[in-house]
Structures are given as C-alpha cells and as structure tokens.
C-alpha cells in the first residue's frame, strides 16, 4: 500500500483583495496565516487584505452545504435570520 501524498492535507483556499490594482486572487494556506499579507500576483504589491468567503463543506461530511443555494444560506434551511 502507498503512503498517501503531502499535499493530500485539507487547507483552505482564501481571497484576497489587492487594494493597488483592485484585483481578487486566491491563496492555499493554513488558517493560521490568513491574515498575513498575500502578495498580488497581477502587481506583485503587498497592499491586500483577506475577503469574507463562501463556506463549502465537502459533499458526506455530515453536515449542510451553506455555499450551494439550495438551502437560502441559513443554518435552518430557509433564507431567514433564523427565527425557527
């Protein structure tokens, strides 16, 4: 049996938005070091900042896909502020 590889550790990806040349870039790093400045990859500039995302859980993980539209983004499955 092969081991498995290095890079088969789950790591989020983040945005970023460079505040020089406006654009949105996405980085894989570890949570600890999400809000550590990104380098832009348009610019090269060290002038961004860490967006708010999505979340997306991985299909069988056991619990609700916020992301997908299906469920109105509400943790009770409706597009409410939660007043079950």
Same mark, same amino acid.
């Given at each position: 049996m092969t081991s498995p590889?290095?890079?088969? =550790?789950?790591? $989020?990806v983040y945005e970023y938005f460079c505040q020089d040349c406006r654009s949105v870039f996405e980085v !894989?790093? $570890?949570?600890? #070091?999400? #809000? !550590?400045?990104? =380098?832009? $990859?348009?610019c090269e500039s060290r002038s961004s900042m860490p967006l708010?995302?999505? =979340?997306? !859980?991985?299909?069988g993980s056991g619990a609700a896909d916020f992301a997908? @539209?299906?469920? *109105?983004?509400?943790?009770? *499955? @409706?597009?409410?502020?939660c007043a079950n």
């Open positions: 590889a290095r890079y088969a =550790v789950a790591m $989020p !894989l790093r $570890p949570m600890a #070091e999400r #809000e !550590l400045t990104a =380098v832009c $990859p348009m708010v995302s999505r =979340v997306a !859980l991985r299909a997908s @539209g299906s469920g *109105g983004g509400c943790a009770c *499955g @409706g597009a409410c502020s």
